[in-house]
């Protein structure tokens, strides 16, 4: 039987992932709300899937491994709220599937490192929702569930240089905070090592070496691509989004120690210097 992944939500990650498997000749079904979207997932390779019961019913009826990205919102997970009977159906005689979560559902430890085995005790809406679809998905019985708990995503088209090119980059300065990042190419790497290696029950973070801090990131991506630094602002003074100014509330330092002992990976970018110089080089 052909592998067959099927991307819940077939975003920035999930392409990412397509593109390590593909040639190796899988078969990729990514979801999609918008068919407008539709030529740009089969310029991936990847067929796409109408965000429907019956499509994605469907879909999960060929899938050997699942992989959800589509994150929770005011109903709750949007895929078990589509057709929880059928993945409750299908997904027991799947190989493998994974479910990208946040780091998050940890909470703030004041700039603490905290690993796999930290409690789970989310200070915000955002992490207080992902825990919830955690918890409801690892409650369906036989599943072979994987939870992948990821820091602040960056790569290609995503990340400062995007926000420095646009003119909306900001050097917001909280003293002693840091933040966890991931860059694109290593989340799809542990997502392989852990389709070649299941291990069902496991959670791991997903992280590089560094947590750093914010106005540090900036800054260097300025430098390597030769636009001013943005002004420092002070955490009390800048204007933010509730949901920007919750990514502050949460402090802390995330271990990734389990990616490497138990999937046996080594980073591409273990520190987001190595991740931007990479992008700059093309």
Not at 6 to 32: E, F
Not at 137 to 159: E, Q, T
Not at 179 to 205: C, K, M, T, W
Not at 237 to 251: D, G, H, K, L, V
Request: aromatic share 8%; with cysteine; hydrophobic share 40%.
């Amino acid at each position: 039987m052909k592998n067959t992944l099927l991307a819940l939500g077939c975003g920035y990650s999930a392409k990412a992932l397509s593109r390590r498997l593909i040639p190796q000749g899988w078969h990729v079904l990514g979801t999609i709300r918008d068919m407008a979207g539709e030529d740009e997932l089969r310029e991936e390779g990847i067929t796409p899937v109408p965000w429907d019961a019956e499509t994605v019913t469907a879909a999960l009826s060929e899938a050997t491994h699942l992989l959800i990205t589509a994150g929770p919102g005011d109903i709750g997970d949007p895929s078990l709220a589509l057709c929880a009977e059928a993945i409750a159906e299908h997904g027991p005689r799947m190989e493998w599937i994974g479910y990208l979560s946040t780091t998050g559902v940890y909470g703030d430890h004041g700039g603490d490192w905290i690993n796999e085995d930290t409690p789970l005790r989310p200070s915000t809406p955002r992490g207080q929702k992902r825990l919830e679809a955690e918890r409801n998905w690892s409650a369906i019985p036989d599943l072979p569930l994987h939870i992948f708990r990821l820091a602040g995503i960056y790569g290609p088209g995503r990340g400062p240089f995007a926000k420095l090119r646009s003119g909306k980059a900001r050097r917001i300065i909280k003293p002693g905070q840091v933040f966890s990042r991931i860059h694109v190419d290593d989340i799809a790497q542990v997502l392989e090592a852990s389709i070649r290696q299941p291990s069902p029950g496991s959670a791991y973070n997903l992280c590089d070496d560094d947590p750093a801090p914010p106005q540090d990131v900036i800054a260097f991506a300025a430098e390597l691509i030769g636009l001013p630094v943005p002004p420092a602002i002070p955490f009390e003074e800048a204007e933010m989004t509730p949901m920007a100014r919750s990514f502050y509330a949460e402090n802390k330092r995330v271990s990734n120690r389990r990616i490497k002992d138990e999937l046996g990976v080594e980073l591409f970018y273990p520190d987001y210097r190595a991740g931007l110089r990479a992008e700059v080089k093309g």
